[in-house]
């Protein structure tokens, strides 16, 4: 029994030795994990750790970008609505001017030719009566001539006289 309890210790012994060894090498692997491995995995981690922020600064970066731009188009295009209205009023109160002296040229001109007529009718009229007053006159002058032929009286001449100059006063 004696040596149960010897080969139980010398296999404790054994087991403590083996365990003792495993945690020598244990410690070891582990220093030569960090010295060697351990460092370039950290390293690793922290390169894919600031690549991973770095898109994602990036990302909002051109998410603002694209807000930026897409607020200068949304003023372009509004500033050029403006513009576009504005040219279409004043092509329209252009065409209205347009039509304004138009219709105020065609009416200067129908006065014009209105004023002209009237001035022409009156000279007409004017030429006409001057016309019949001479041809009157000859007449006149033409009956005289045969009353005279034909002797009249004194006092028929005289009344002849005085009602033809009367009718040129009345002209």
Known sequence: MLNQVFFAGASDGLALGN??????AFVILMLLLKKFAWGPVVK???DRANKVAHDLD???????QA??????????LTAARTDANKIVADAKKSADAQGKKI???????????????????????????TSAKND????????AQKII???LKLDD???LIDAYIDGLGEK
């Open 19 to 24: 365990m003792l060894f495993l945690l020598i």
């Open 44 to 46: 690793m981690m922290d």
């Open 58 to 64: 990036s990302a909002e970066d051109a998410r603002q």
């Open 67 to 76: 807000e930026k731009l897409s607020k200068e188009r949304q003023e372009q």
């Open 103 to 129: 219709v105020a040229d065609a009416q200067t001109k129908a006065q014009t030719l209105k004023d002209r007529a009237a001035t022409q009718i009156e000279q007409d009229r004017s030429e006409a009566m």
């Open 136 to 143: 009157v006159a000859d007449l006149s002058v033409t009956i």
């Open 149 to 151: 032929q034909k002797e």
């Open 157 to 159: 001449q005289k009344a």
